[in-house]
């Protein structure tokens, strides 16, 4: 397990809400270089003058943005400290990427749930504390780095487990039935290879990356996760959310991990049998 990389809580949480806006992002990267006028920032960024009035008031308004010279129809604008550690962040996220893999609050403050029942609330804020998360702001429908779940996953198992993973399985195991899109498809009244088929659309909820494929034969399913990045932590995490899924359906069957990416296979699969 690798050591991860303490960042400012402020960073993760602002992350957060320049993804939510693509304009507030080209923005903020067209003043990476150094200082820009709304006019050379609308060029760069292809935007209109408008929408870069717009994002540069909402980048400033967090302090991602200032004000550093000229007059009102030439102001300069910069990337303050904390706007370049965003950008940063964006790009570690992100690696060679179009679109930084990203997981939606809802994990976070999965484990966030799950770690202090079981071994109190100083526990669960110095685990995030320590990957540079503030658990006070977390907005289960906001959207934050899939590197730093996983780091998460990671710390769970170094701090609560015995290296086998077993750990971070039980959690999400636990917390199945705490995920809006899970409990919203398992609501349906619908027989289990039904809700198998359609939980692709949940997958959708919770990440912006990778996807769900489903086969079913009889009374198997294989689901496939086509996922962008992966770990023994992730696995274990996605066979307990798996169990966790089914035990809330009410229906009685097995999960088990048949192929994973990280031994060479195109995609991570698990067979639901009942």
Wanted: glycine share 8%; aromatic share 10%; charged share 25%.
């Amino acid at each position: 397990m690798q050591a991860v990389e303490r960042r400012d809580p402020k960073v993760l949480h602002e992350l957060s809400y320049v993804l939510a806006s693509r304009q507030r992002e080209k923005v903020l990267a067209a003043l990476l270089p150094g200082p820009k006028t709304p006019a050379q920032i609308g060029q760069q960024a292809s935007l209109r003058l408008p929408h870069v009035s717009r994002a540069l008031s909402q980048l400033q308004k967090e302090g991602l943005v200032q004000w550093v010279a000229g007059d009102r129809r030439g102001k300069l604008y910069a990337a303050t400290d904390v706007g370049r550690e965003v950008l940063q962040a964006l790009a570690d996220s992100r690696g060679d990427r179009l679109v930084a893999p990203m997981a939606r609050g809802s994990h976070f403050r999965n484990y966030y749930h799950w770690v202090s029942q079981r071994f109190g609330r100083k526990a669960a804020n110095d685990l995030f504390e320590d990957v540079g998360f503030d658990p006070s702001r977390v907005d289960a429908d906001g959207w934050y780095p899939l590197k730093t779940a996983m780091d998460i996953l990671d710390l769970v198992e170094t701090r609560f487990g015995d290296g086998s993973y077993e750990t971070v399985r039980a959690m999400l195991r636990d917390e199945a039935h705490n995920f809006s899109s899970l409990r919203r498809l398992l609501s349906r009244v619908l027989p289990l290879p039904l809700l198998i088929e359609l939980s692709p659309s949940a997958y959708h909820r919770e990440f912006n990356h990778g996807r769900l494929e489903i086969e079913i034969e009889g009374r198997r399913a294989i689901i496939k996760n086509y996922d962008w990045m992966s770990s023994r932590a992730r696995c274990k995490a996605w066979l307990g959310t798996y169990e966790g899924a089914i035990a809330f359906s009410g229906t009685k069957a097995t999960v088990r991990k048949v192929s994973c990416m990280l031994d060479g296979d195109a995609y991570c699969g698990y067979a639901i049998e009942w």
